[in-house]
């Protein structure tokens, strides 16, 4: 298949905010369930352990007009909430059977009760993460809260989820993750062939595809771009940060590149690529995913840092794998977890000499002029500045 192909199947998937796809595969088979969940991490493999298909939900984009979504948050609050409010009051996610709402931030929290008074018939759970990574504190009380999830997912299907359906998921996410991997290496070597508005799509896709059809469409498109030669530019090399809830526009993705920016690594999806290399398959499942959290999982500004000495070394070791030449951080306006961490990561940055740039966005912004003129100038003042 064409790298256009691909990447048009992959856009027709995004643009979709009825979730078409769910629904064809929810009809395929009655008695099936789908369970939505909003960004950063919830455990994949027990909602496909319980035969479920796993949906995230990103919010409404800049495709859909919040207006029922307004009067439920106040206007300095993120856009996320309020734009998926209005994907659920105005019935296009009525295929989901229950909603997940991971620890993100208190707004995130608050949204998981507001879900349980408007959607009485719908399963809906806040799931807490540990704060705490020794495996005897923090290791014992994810495990409980994976167990609760666990329990209640096997009411809903009606069936037990055994510890072989739970290794079984987590043996396809591993293929999945180990795609990913793959995909991100492959963009990072040869950034001219994988350009980020499309690895984002892509990524994207697998937000409400299977697993394993996720895992085959990653495959196919790294085989389809490589065919295909495309110019290589002397552009910069930049990690994009700060992104990791709010979703920017796909059109901020694409005046970033056409500014001159090659994005290396990026914080999308993080859900795909939370966990850094494989969960042991052997053994008690849930255990295996309780210490592949604890660690060897992602640091993001949602994430609890123990010591403030490793606040900043994930950041630090993403710029040194990809041969970074700076930093790009793009946080969602009224983010308070990126915004409150940024000022703590560019001081890290400026005592480590890499070059920054910083600017606010909403996942419906339309004014991409400012941010293409910013991230041109960086661009080219790390061209600069490197020759000289």
Excluded at 110 to 137: A, E, H, T
Excluded at 261 to 289: A, E, S
């Amino acid at each position: 298949m064409a790298v256009k192909e691909i990447v048009k199947r992959c856009e027709a998937l995004f643009e979709d905010l009825h979730f078409k796809t769910v629904r064809d595969w929810k009809a395929a088979q009655p008695g099936r369930k789908a369970i939505g969940y909003m960004p950063i991490y919830v455990p994949r493999e027990i909602i496909h352990a319980a035969g479920m298909l796993p949906v995230g939900i990103f919010g409404g984009g800049d495709q859909i007009e919040v207006i029922q979504g307004d009067a439920y948050y106040q206007s300095y609050i993120c856009r996320i909430p309020r734009s998926t409010i209005e994907l659920g009051v105005t019935g296009r996610i009525d295929c989901l059977d229950g909603m997940l709402f991971p620890s993100i931030c208190d707004v995130i929290r608050n949204l998981s009760g507001m879900w349980q008074i408007m959607f009485k018939d719908k399963y809906v759970r806040y799931f807490d993460v540990p704060q705490n990574y020794m495996d005897n504190v923090g290791g014992e009380y994810y495990v409980h809260e994976m167990q609760i999830l666990r329990d209640d997912l096997a009411k809903l299907a009606g069936r037990e989820v055994t510890d072989d359906d739970l290794r079984a998921s987590i043996q396809l996410y591993n293929e999945n993750r180990k795609a990913m991997r793959d995909l991100y290496d492959y963009r990072a070597e040869k950034p001219w062939q994988a350009p980020t508005s499309e690895v984002y799509l892509v990524t994207r896709a697998g937000m409400v595809l299977p697993p394993e059809e996720h895992t085959q469409l990653v495959r196919d498109y790294i085989a389809a771009t490589d065919a295909e030669p495309r110019a290589k530019r002397d552009n910069a090399r930049v990690v994009l940060t700060g992104s990791f809830c709010e979703q920017p526009p796909l059109g901020l993705i694409k005046s970033i590149e056409m500014a001159g920016c090659y994005i290396v690594d990026d914080d999308f999806h993080l859900v795909t690529r939370w966990n850094l290399d494989d969960v042991v398959v052997d053994g008690d499942p849930l255990w295996n995913l309780a210490k592949s959290f604890l660690h060897r999982s992602a640091d993001t500004s949602s994430k609890y840092s123990m010591r403030r000495e490793d606040k900043g070394k994930f950041l630090l070791e993403s710029v040194r794998k990809y041969g970074a030449e700076g930093v790009v951080f793009a946080a969602a306006s009224f983010c308070d977890p990126a915004l409150l961490e940024r000022p703590m990561l560019l001081e890290i940055l400026k005592k480590h000499g890499i070059p920054s740039t910083a600017f606010k966005f909403a996942e419906n912004t339309g004014q991409m002029a400012p941010i293409r003129e910013q991230a041109g100038t960086f661009a080219d003042s790390i061209k600069l500045w490197s020759a000289a």
